[in-house]
């Protein structure tokens, strides 16, 4: 089980990677070791005398126990976070949350997609794809500016792995605005391949559009997850932030399959406080 108690962590390095954003590596201290996280669950950074936040894992803890994750500046935790150097202290706990599903053996193509900082849940789930090589995989990657991209790095190393394809939804001199949504059928066309897995990670109402758009196309629903990490709040089912229907995300989730989410969507709102679930 894991502990709700954060362990002592390191902020090691960090760079700029976007608009307003920060790739950021940490390491756990005094021969702590997290339980292993799979490709899409999150962890809680508690930054001293500001409070904490929920991130994704961009990069899995290794076996010296480093990893990285993406942080945008949006509020005063974040903010405080920016303003410090390696070498400072901080908590962490996790991981959390139900991870992206594990690729089958089969050759099947598989399509991500993602929005922003939706890219950052998808990390993990790509480069696991990549070192299993089981099939080809595409990357639709939407963004609102070319500043506004994140994760330039990783672009980069998959250029010549994976087919990917960005879109930017206002760029100069464009007179439409355009949106991974827009851009899908070109892309399935151009790439040749009808899915036979699709992880998305964005805003939800893209995500929701998108999927009817593929189910549409005849792609099977059990076979498209989406990632609500966007919800995550507490880790714990305490603070009901990601409350959906009857179910807390951070619990369930933050990924679910398109029939199952589509479903907790349909059901009413309880009109009930949720139930705080034990610590």
Not at 103 to 130: K, N, Y
Not at 257 to 262: D, K, Q, V
Request: hydrophobic share 40%; net charge negative.
């Amino acid at each position: 089980m894991t502990s709700l108690t954060p362990m002592v962590a390191e902020l090691v390095d960090y760079y700029d990677d976007g608009e307003a954003a920060r790739h950021f590596q940490f390491r756990l201290l005094d021969q702590q070791q997290w339980p292993p996280p799979e490709p899409g669950q999150f962890f809680m950074l508690s930054v001293p005398g500001a409070g904490e936040i929920p991130l994704t894992f961009t990069q899995l803890p290794d076996q010296n126990q480093h990893w990285w994750a993406l942080v945008r500046r949006m509020g005063s935790v974040t903010s405080a976070l920016f303003r410090l150097e390696p070498g400072a202290i901080l908590g962490a706990r996790g991981p959390f949350g139900r991870g992206w599903p594990r690729p089958g053996s089969d050759q099947t193509p598989v399509l991500l997609i993602a929005g922003g900082c939706g890219l950052a849940p998808l990390v993990s789930q790509a480069e696991r794809l990549l070192e299993m090589n089981l099939g080809p995989v595409a990357l639709i990657y939407g963004a609102r500016s070319p500043e506004a991209r994140v994760l330039g790095r990783e672009r980069d190393r998959w250029q010549h792995k994976l087919a990917l394809f960005e879109v930017i939804e206002q760029s100069p001199g464009q007179t439409a605005r355009r949106t991974p949504l827009d851009a899908l059928p070109d892309v399935l066309a151009h790439w040749g391949h009808e899915p036979g897995a699709t992880f998305m990670c964005g805003p939800e109402a893209m995500m929701t559009a998108l999927s009817q758009r593929l189910i549409e196309r005849g792609i099977p629903p059990s076979s498209i997850w989406l990632s609500l990490e966007r919800r995550m709040h507490c880790a714990t089912g305490t603070c009901g932030h990601c409350y959906l229907s009857h179910r807390y995300v951070c619990q369930s989730g933050p990924t679910f399959g398109w029939p199952e989410l589509e479903l907790l969507m349909q059901q009413p709102v309880t009109t009930q406080t949720p139930p705080l679930l034990s610590c």
